[in-house]
């Protein structure tokens, strides 16, 4: 006798729970995304957006007078995701019917209606939720889930304002503002995901790895190397590699050469070189470019004959 009583008991409780959930559509508003008649997204290489690659459109919870001044300065996933507000992401239908069939829980790419289109509606925006005139942005990724993704772009237009309730607003393509990204012609191209430790960490390991595998001190493959030596080289932290730094000597009594790799690209990570006769004094050694490619600078320090010194190279995290 239990049993069926409490069936009608949760055939109530849904039914309950799916009133509330209609009464509130009612009062949210919508936006539609619609790349159609404007510019198209693409790879940073500009071929047309793949289908399914994932779609984010929100707002950042960042200071309205400077927003868009900070946040092309902005390249650290984890932090712009920390800040990154989205809209009705999470609830089933929050595509239209051109996504998914409506099934899905965030817009994507679907080359509707026309190949590197994207089209499609955020719907149950609740005004308490984003208030309308909350200015709007759209980050794009070159893969279904944005976690996995290797390049992004981040738009936003003036005409971009989250709706009164009741309302749809279309957010068109035609006159963008590119904070992240390129505008190549007809096109809106990503750009590679930005080189932060941050960024190096999130795709070598994962976003959710603990701080035991992706601090800077860390040294998960035991190759004696920590993970922010291995990102200013570039290296593999999976796998044991050799230091990119090292001493020469041209022949018997000539100076030392003490040769180092710098990153060229990487803003956030310095490589200093120190040296000492003792092993307890260190002090920072003055330093040549030798030789440079597209990653790096090789630079070179260099002792006189009949000194006797150590080397070592010091990683620092700039903020």
């Known amino acids: ?133 909350t200015q709007l942005y759209v980050w794009v990724f070159n893969h279904a889930n944005p976690d996995l993704a290797t390049q992004w772009g981040l738009f936003t237009a003036d005409a971009w304002l989250a709706p009164p309730a009741l309302g749809n607003r279309t957010l068109s393509t035609t006159s963008v503002k590119v904070l992240q990204g390129v505008a190549s012609g007809s096109q809106l191209r990503l750009i590679d995901v930005p080189p932060t430790y941050g960024n190096w960490a999130w795709q070598s390991y994962s976003i959710s790895a603990a701080a035991t595998l992706t601090g800077t001190e860390a040294d998960p493959d035991g190759d004696g190397l920590a993970n922010i030596a291995e990102y200013a080289w570039r290296l593999n932290p999976a796998a044991r590699s050799a230091p990119q730094a090292g001493v020469s000597a041209a022949s018997l009594g000539a100076s030392v050469s003490f040769t180092f790799k710098s990153p060229r690209n990487q803003p956030d990570v310095a490589v200093i070189a120190e040296c000492s006769s003792d092993l307890l004094n260190w002090t920072t050694a003055s330093s040549a470019v030798i030789a440079s490619d597209a990653d790096f600078d090789t630079r070179q320090c260099s002792s006189t004959s009949g000194t006797h010194f150590f080397w070592r190279v010091r990683f620092e995290k700039v903020p």
């Open 1 to 133: 006798m239990t049993s069926p009583l409490f069936a009608m008991n949760s055939t109530l409780l849904l039914s309950a729970v799916f009133a509330c959930l209609g009464a509130a559509s009612l009062n949210a508003g919508s936006i539609t995304l619609s790349s159609v008649g404007g510019s198209k997204f693409a790879t940073k290489e500009g071929q047309l957006l793949a289908q399914n690659c994932a779609v984010r459109v929100g707002s950042f919870n960042l200071p309205n007078a400077t927003r868009d001044q900070v946040l092309p300065a902005r390249g650290d996933y984890a932090q712009l995701k920390s800040v990154f507000k989205p809209l009705a992401e999470g609830l089933i239908g929050a595509g239209s019917a051109a996504q998914n069939a409506g099934s899905g829980t965030v817009l994507r790419a679907n080359s509707f209606p026309a190949e590197g289109e994207i089209f499609g509606t955020v719907a149950n925006i609740n005004a308490t939720y984003m208030p309308p005139g």
